[in-house]
Nanobody
Framework: QVQLVESGGGLVQPGGSLRLSCAGSGFTFNNYDMGWFRQAPGKEREFAAAISWGGARTYYADSVKGRFTISRDNHATTVYLQMNSLKPEDTAVYYC???????????????????WGQGTQVTVSS
């Protein structure tokens, strides 16, 4: 069955860095665009970053541009989110998303389509 398993979350101080990983299985990983979303307590889910099936195109929400970097290793069937200069407002559960390739614009519009992981908690606090 399709699985997306996030890891790497935790507690980090403001200004610190964290690297999230999402391991995919049960589907043809390199035929899917991949993305990261986040949801803070009491707030709606929001788009953070996305990467096309081959890794050539990346997309970022304005709130994370210049601080977050999305990447993927198709041989390892894993997508990453490097988060630098973290702020308290980055605190959220971060979810991995997979969507059929060619649909990355749909992903950036936060439609909720595709496959989802269970999420990993990121807390930015002193």
């Amino acid at each position: 069955q399709v699985q997306l398993v996030e890891s790497g979350g935790g507690l980090v101080q403001p200004g610190g860095s964290l690297r999230l990983s999402c391991a995919g299985s049960g589907f043809t990983f390199n035929n899917y665009d991949m993305g990261w979303f986040r949801q803070a307590p009491g707030k709606e889910r929001e788009f953070a970053a996305a990467i096309s099936w081959g890794g050539a195109r990346t997309y970022y929400a304005d709130s994370v541009k210049g601080r977050f970097t999305i990447s993927r290793d198709n041989h390892a069937t894993t997508v990453y989110l490097q988060m630098n200069s973290l702020k308290p407002e980055d605190t959220a559960v971060y979810y991995c998303n997979a969507l059929d390739r060619g649909q990355i614009a749909t992903m950036t519009r936060n439609t909720g389509l595709g496959y989802w992981g269970q999420g990993t908690q990121v807390t930015v606090s002193s």
